[in-house]
């Protein structure tokens, strides 16, 4: 792959967006029509880590197929509390009982990458990582709980929190990489670059 690759990131997520943006990372993005659910129906019963992973591969795919050149980026969040998934809300009740169930506890969020090596020179080259990290949560009462899900941040990012908005506020801790948690890993995107032969420096504004 050549240096002056572009970066294509298959994601909808403004978060992940001004991520690569404030580190500086050329990019543009072209969204993926992905059915995440029939995605996940058609592989069959998956763990949460794996689920993230599967989703950030199959968004890669789906851009990838309609594009020449490039580097395409997909990426996929799953948050795991007590063992079970949890993808976005939606709805505000759901949000509320999410809060109140994770609410000084901590649950693992997931964040799968799959990065494409595309080029009309050769076949194309995809490589995976997963990363995760724990989350910790303050013991938030139900006003605050409210406030929160009334501004309408939490009903589509997954696990219904993010920590570089609203809720950081109500967070105590990650044990891991906090990037991940925004749903983009740099130092992931690092080591997935380079095994296509490009440092992530060359992709710096």
Known sequence: MTSDAQLILASASPSRAKL????????????????????????????????????????????????????VLGCDSVFEFAGEPYGKPWEPEVARDRWRMMRGSSGTLHTGHWLIAKSDAGPDFGHGELTSAVVSFEEVSDAEIDAYVATGEPLQVAGAFTIDGLAGAFITGVDGDPHTVVGLSLSTLRRLLAKTGVSITDLWA
């Not at 998956?46 to 795919?61: G, I, N």
């Open 20 to 71: 690569l943006t404030d580190a500086g990372i050329t990019h543009r993005v072209l969204v993926s029509d992905v059915d995440e659910d029939a995605v996940t129906a058609a592989a069959g019963p998956v763990s949460p880590a794996q689920t993230a992973l599967l989703l950030a591969r199959a968004k890669a795919e789906a851009v990838a197929a309609t594009v020449t050149d490039g580097l």
